[in-house]
């Protein structure tokens, strides 16, 4: 049996969501402003910076963030 029209699952009140990958988003972002400002081939541009500054981020962006610890 389905649910009536506009109305959702039901959320139970202790779910949470998962957490973002910033690094992720980041280079996403990065790659899509690329490719929106370059004049040459933005697809390949947008493309080759995500995945550099993704990389990158990786790499040196996470080497700072403290341990998390478990709750």
Do not use: D, K, N
Not at 35 to 53: C, D, E, K, R, W
């Amino acid at each position: 049996m389905s649910a009536p029209l506009g109305t959702g699952p039901c959320i139970h009140s202790g779910a949470s969501l998962p957490a973002f990958h910033w690094v992720g988003l980041l280079a996403y972002a990065a790659g899509s402003l690329a490719a929106y400002l370059s004049p040459l081939l933005p697809p390949l541009v947008g493309v080759l910076v995500a995945v550099l500054s993704y990389a990158l981020l990786l790499r040196f962006g996470t080497a700072a963030l403290p341990a998390r610890q478990p709750e």
